[in-house]
């Protein structure tokens, strides 16, 4: 604490309120920026602390401090937040003080984590009520811990079955919270190959009853029985409860997690043209129409690396190499589908739960929003991604021969012989199949009969689909208010309890005894005796 010796419009001085101590601070006024400047300052408290003692004998001056700080910024860690206040005020503090400082203060500014337990039934009543047809679960363990909480909002899975390709994206992310939950995802594509989250799972840890679970949840939710692809990191190994849950369903290998596991088991030697090349073999392979294609790219791995060769050789290719895979076309998706949910998390991480979700259904009622608006100004009949690739597509048909064998078949020749197969919208390069968009040799063909190229296109990427797709809207649930009615509700009589906090491993190494060894037996070199050595050896000899 200090006392002002001077404070005027111009000037302000004070020192320690301790008698001697050595802690000064000068500042005056600087008109160009409109605040007072700090001129001279000596940090260092030569009262140890005793002002500070003798003004606040309870902790709450610290954790008001630090509600100041969090308000600034409310990602402060406990580290910087105690070199502040050693800066500010020359009082030294433990790691263990300021992070209970930062709970107290947290819960005074945001509200009970435990608590917030406590309210989801109420919370997930208030989300169904403003949102019908939603599908909203919360399960808890046999003493009334927090186990599992499911959302699929109605207008996500509405918009899942009119517009998007069957093709779901499995991952989770971590809620960063202290009961240290998981955030489990499943997540579509709209037309413009954009993100679209279609529900998601708090659950209290990442196990293989939790995804299976969450599996469950998710056929509940859906009304149509269509044959869905699904895409999830190999290392999960939920591949086996996917089809428990889906019978029909298709499953292939997040080839984003893919390529990040092929990098971290790059080892060398390398040859050819090295290591950078690696990674680019990989995505070829992935992405080859044709079994040639696929085992060219393994060549070109095996002639760099044969270790690297070895280890994609372990990965069953009928699960991520598009010449044998049989679901929906995902491959060229390679980025981190759930990182959406990861920088949405980082921004509530400090939250209790309810404001967790409510932040999320936020995101997403935002995003459906602003893609309703988009997409009102879209003049093209394809979105606008899809579009492009067309547009890129059509100058490759110019100057291509095209042979009539009837009205439905064509031969079109280039530095080959293809067929196009108008009914079947295929072509023999296997293009027009694999991206749901037509090859050149079918806009060859378009261009010679007179037909209108966007007819053969997908319908998943009509910008009309796409519009299908963020048709309905998530609405806002009502705040909960212990006062604001006196009315009961199923939800008052449940008790959320939050679940069981895992320690985290401990940092400090404890040498134990293996049971069974047994210790070599000393022996004295002095007088050849057992159970002593020459030191203290008490022959005299």
Request: with cysteine.
């Amino acid at each position: 604490m200090y006392r002002l010796k001077k404070n005027d419009t111009n000037r302000a001085s004070g020192t320690c309120i301790a008698e001697g101590c050595s802690w000064r601070i000068h500042a005056s006024w600087d008109s160009s920026s409109q605040s007072f400047r700090i001129k001279k300052m000596n940090h260092a408290h030569s009262c140890g602390g005793e002002s500070w003692k003798s003004a606040h004998p309870s902790k709450n001056w610290l954790v008001n401090i630090i509600k100041e700080r969090l308000q600034d910024s409310p990602h402060h860690k406990p580290k910087e937040i105690a070199n502040s206040i050693l800066r500010d005020f020359g009082i030294e503090l433990n790691y263990t003080q300021v992070w209970r400082g930062i709970e107290d203060a947290r819960e005074q500014l945001q509200g009970s984590y435990k608590e917030a337990y406590n309210q989801l039934p109420a919370f997930c009543e208030k989300m169904v009520e403003a949102n019908p047809g939603s599908f909203v679960k919360l399960c808890t363990d046999e003493d009334k811990r927090f186990e599992r909480l499911f959302v699929s909002f109605h207008a996500s899975m509405c918009g899942f079955q009119r517009g998007c390709r069957p093709l779901l994206f499995l991952d989770t992310t971590s809620l960063k919270s202290k009961y240290h939950e998981i955030l489990l995802t499943a997540t579509a594509l709209d037309g413009n190959d954009g993100v679209f989250p279609i529900a998601f799972a708090v659950v209290n840890s990442e196990n293989e009853d939790n995804w299976h679970w969450f599996l469950d949840q998710l056929r509940s939710a859906m009304s149509s029985s269509r044959s869905i692809t699904f895409v999830a990191d190999r290392e999960k190994g939920i591949k086996k409860l996917v089809f428990e849950v889906f019978q029909n369903a298709n499953f292939g290998y997040s080839i984003y997690h893919l390529i990040e596991n092929f990098k971290k088991n790059l080892k060398g030697p390398f040859h050819g043209d090295g290591r950078g090349s690696l990674p680019s073999s990989f995505v070829a392979a992935a992405n080859a129409v044709r079994l040639d294609g696929f085992r060219m790219s393994l060549e070109q791995i095996k002639r760099v690396s044969l270790k690297a060769h070895d280890w994609v050789m372990e990965i069953e290719p009928e699960h991520w190499v598009s010449a044998v895979f049989k679901g929906e076309h995902y491959n060229h998706i390679a980025e981190n589908v759930a990182e959406s949910y990861t920088n949405w998390i980082e921004e509530v991480r400090e939250l209790p739960i309810i404001q967790k979700v409510e932040a999320l259904r936020c995101k997403l009622m935002e995003l459906i929003n602003s893609r309703q608006a988009e997409s009102s100004k879209w003049t093209t009949k394809l979105t606008p991604s899809k579009e492009k690739k067309l547009q890129e597509e059509t100058p490759k048909a110019q100057g291509l021969k095209v042979l009539f064998s009837s009205d439905t078949l064509f031969e079109v020749h280039d530095d080959s012989i293809n067929v196009v197969d108008v009914d079947k919208l295929d072509c023999t390069c296997l293009g027009w199949k694999a991206t749901g968009l037509p090859c050149c040799h079918a806009i060859a063909v378009f261009n010679c009969t007179g037909r209108n190229l966007h007819d053969y296109c997908s319908g998943y990427f009509k910008a009309d689909s796409f519009r299908l797709t963020y048709s309905e809207s998530i609405n806002t649930a009502s705040a909960i208010s212990k006062s604001s009615s006196n009315e009961k509700t199923a939800s008052d009589s449940l008790h959320v309890l939050p679940p069981c906090t895992l320690r985290p491993p401990s940092q400090h190494k404890v040498r134990t005894k293996t049971q069974g060894t047994s210790r070599r037996p000393v022996s004295c070199t002095s007088c050849k005796g057992m159970g002593h050595n020459k030191s203290t050896c008490k022959e005299n000899l």
